[in-house]
Each structure stands twice: as C-alpha cells, then as structure tokens.
C-alpha cells in the first residue's frame, strides 16, 4: 500500500547539523517514519535526542567539526559501529556570513565553501561507497536554498556553495542513479532559525521578506517533514536529481 512506501522502518539515517533548527526537525520527522537516527553537531544535541526519544525513536549523536573535512569517513565509522550499516544521508548543516562582498576575506569564502559544499560532496562520496558496498542502495538529500536560484545580497561565499549544492545534487544524481542510489535536496525558503536570525531582526528587512513569502508566514523547521521523509522513502525512488522547494511559494512569484 502507498503509505508503506514511505515508512522507513529499519533504515538508518544521518543528519548533519541536527542539534537545531531544519536539521533537528528533520531528525525528528526521520525519526517518526521509523528510521534510527544520527545525528551530527559540533555540540550536544540533548535536544533532538530527548524530543526523538519521548516518541520512543532511536539517536545516536555524533560529535564532528564539519569544517575538518577528515572527519567524513570518522562518521561513517560511527554510524556503522552502532547501528550496523546507513541508509539515508541528509547533508544538512551549513553556514552563512554576511558582508558586502567587495569586503568578504578569502578566510571567511573559503570556510564557507568547505562546509556548505566541499564536505557535502565528502560526505556524499563517503556513504554512497558504503551504499554501493552494502548492495541496496541509498538516499540522499542535500539542503540548498533560495539562494540556488536567486543571487541574494552580502552573502556571496554562500550564494555560490547553494547554487553549487543544486549543481551537484544532479551530477552525482546522474553518476549514482544506476547504483540505486537516490540524490534529491530540498530548497527551503526563508525559516526562522539561527541561520535568519540577522535577517529576523532587521525589522525592514524582515517586513519586505514577510510581505513577498505567499503563505505569508517565515517556514519553521516542521515544515520540512514531509519533503525530507518522501525523499528518503522508497515513494521517491524515481525521484533523481530535483531540487524540491520547501518556501511558502518564494520560488513562484
Ligand atoms: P542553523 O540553525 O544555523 O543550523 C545550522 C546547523 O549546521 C547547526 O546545527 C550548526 O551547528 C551546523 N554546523 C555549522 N557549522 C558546523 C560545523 N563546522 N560542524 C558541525 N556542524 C556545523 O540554520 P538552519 O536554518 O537550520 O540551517 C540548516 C541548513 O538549511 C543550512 O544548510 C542552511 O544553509 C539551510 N537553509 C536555511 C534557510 C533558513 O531560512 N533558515 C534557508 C535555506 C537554506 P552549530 O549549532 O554548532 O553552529
């Protein structure tokens, strides 16, 4: 029936940036349709683990800087050592630094690129050889942005890494597709999170934002759910390199 499909009952799953925010909701969407979860943070995610946890889920939280790209196979060592195998990858955390671009340091575009693209590449490699290796393929989903689409303002170095995530969900989609392996990513529009907070608190900014989003409302990390947990479904396994908007209707104006 339809709605087995989506169930990911038996499915592991690792989610980086899962101590707040898109990444913690999904975790806990993940985690709902049945998956084992692992979480991955630079700093506790007693958080998600306790919200998981009183639902009766499974975490496991994995200590990394995501900004040492070395750690890419630590992970899945982890991962593997306590649950046995993965399933699922969601290439979640990412960072935003705001300045004028004429003003952007080499330091802060390239700390940038390295999270937000450079080890979502590493990290898709890594667990799509142990995906290959375990002989029934895999999920993963990369979260883009608005800003895959649209040049946005003082965010260059991040700009660029976004637009570069939509590019390389479809290369590695196109590679990997014939492996059963499934590289889909969502693009949310404009969340409250830590990531808008700057934005939030620009009460002008936030005004023209607010009045341009259809739904008329900023997304919460809820609204991610239901787009994360059919990507990483067998309902999505016909679904290869799309990048599927999670915005309000940003996207349709
Ligand atoms: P957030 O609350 O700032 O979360 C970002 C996550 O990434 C946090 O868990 C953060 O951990 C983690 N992270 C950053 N640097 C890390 C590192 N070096 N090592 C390990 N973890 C690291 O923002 P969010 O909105 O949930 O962002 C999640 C994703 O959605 C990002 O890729 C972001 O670009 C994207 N996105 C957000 C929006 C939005 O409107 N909010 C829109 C489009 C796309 P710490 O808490 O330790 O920093």
Not at 14 to 29: E, F, I, K, P, Y
Request: net charge neutral; charged share 20%.
């Amino acid at each position: 029936m339809i709605l087995d499909d989506f169930s990911l009952k038996g499915k592991v799953a690792v989610v980086t940036g899962a101590n707040t925010g898109l990444g913690q909701g999904m975790c806990v969407a993940l985690a709902q349709a049945g998956a084992k979860v692992a979480g991955v943070a630079r700093r506790s995610c007693a958080e998600t683990s306790e919200l998981i946890k009183k639902d009766g889920g499974e975490f496991f939280e994995v200590i990394a800087d995501l900004s040492d790209t070395s750690n890419a196979p630590v992970i899945l060592e982890k991962v593997v050592e306590k649950f046995g195998r993965a399933d699922i990858l969601v290439n979640n955390a990412g960072i935003i630094l705001r300045e004028d671009a004429i003003n952007v340091t080499e330091e802060d575009w390239n700390k940038v690129i390295n999270i937000n693209l450079n080890m979502v590449f590493l990290l898709s490699q890594t667990f799509a050889k142990q995906f290959v290796k375990q002989g029934d393929g895999g999920k993963i989903v990369n979260v883009a942005s608005m800003t895959s689409y649209q040049g946005g303002i003082r965010i260059p170095a991040y700009t660029s890494s976004k637009s570069a995530v939509l590019g390389l969900t479809r290369a590695l989609a196109n590679e990997w597709a014939s492996k059963g392996i499934n590289v889909n990513a969502i693009a949310p529009g404009y969340m409250a999170t830590n990531n808008t907070t700057q934005l939030r608190d620009d009460e002008k900014r936030s005004g023209e934002i607010l009045e341009r989003i259809p739904a008329g409302r900023w997304g919460t990390p809820k609204d991610m759910a239901g787009a994360v947990v059919f990507l990483c479904s067998k309902a999505a396994e016909y679904v290869n390199g799309f990048t599927i908007a999670v915005d309000g209707g940003w996207l349709a104006r």
